[in-house]
């Protein structure tokens, strides 16, 4: 088949009161299917954007970018981000216990559940299944984190795109969630992890991506 995604000639600008910024300048990249690939660059270079972008929360300027070889602006969005999961840096978490935050994604489909599949992923991220009963108000900000996380885990999502999920983790935690990512890779899952730390790319990355000006720089292997 190619590769999964194909990202091919991208440009994304924002005009605002300052001027035009154009974090993504005619960016062209293959990602196959089942690595960790890992993107890093200076803030405000453009690595959300990229996710967005492939999240079709946003279209590119010029070019294109194809999931299993269809152009995005052709996947119905809620298919599509079903299946190419954005995990954002913020966690949104309803005002409720962790068991109902884990249960709404599979009711959105209809679908029921089980305890035991919530007990899996909350040890995924390493948490204990008493957090189940636990209201979000009382969490850390790292346990919101990981709740956050293990929500996109209930839907299974064959590419998952994680943006600083560690950021505000003890080492601990960080290790956890670094062994979850490699396990979903090793089930085939696509990773995609935006990251500030070389450290933990040389940890868990197959394949290293830097943005830097508008340019990606693509492929160092890792592995
Ligand atoms: N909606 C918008 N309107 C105007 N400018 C924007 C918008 N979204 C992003 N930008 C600009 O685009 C650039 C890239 O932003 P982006 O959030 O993708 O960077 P980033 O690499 O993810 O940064 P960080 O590492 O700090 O999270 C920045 O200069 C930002 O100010």
Known sequence: MGALIRIDGVTKRYCSTNGTVTPLNRISAEIPQGRLVVLMGPSGTGKSTLFRLLNRLE?????????????????????????VHYVHQTPILFLDTVEENLSYPLSLQGKKASTERMREVLEQVGLPESFLKRHVDELSGGERQRVNLARSLM?????????????????????????????????????LLISHSREQAERVADVLWQLEEGRLIPGQVMR
């Not at 010029?62 to 052709?74: A, D, R």
């Not at 998952?160 to 979903?184: F, G, N, Q, W």
């Open 155 to 191: 839907l299974d999502p064959p590419v998952l795109m994680l943006d600083e999920p560690t950021s505000s983790l003890d080492p601990k935690s960080v290790d956890t969630v670094e062994k979850m990512m490699i396990r979903a890779r090793d089930q085939g899952r696509t990773v």
């Open 59 to 83: 279209n590119p300027d010029v070019g294109e970018i194809t999931y299993q070889g269809i152009p995005l602006t052709k996947w119905d969005p809620v298919r599509l981000r079903r299946e």
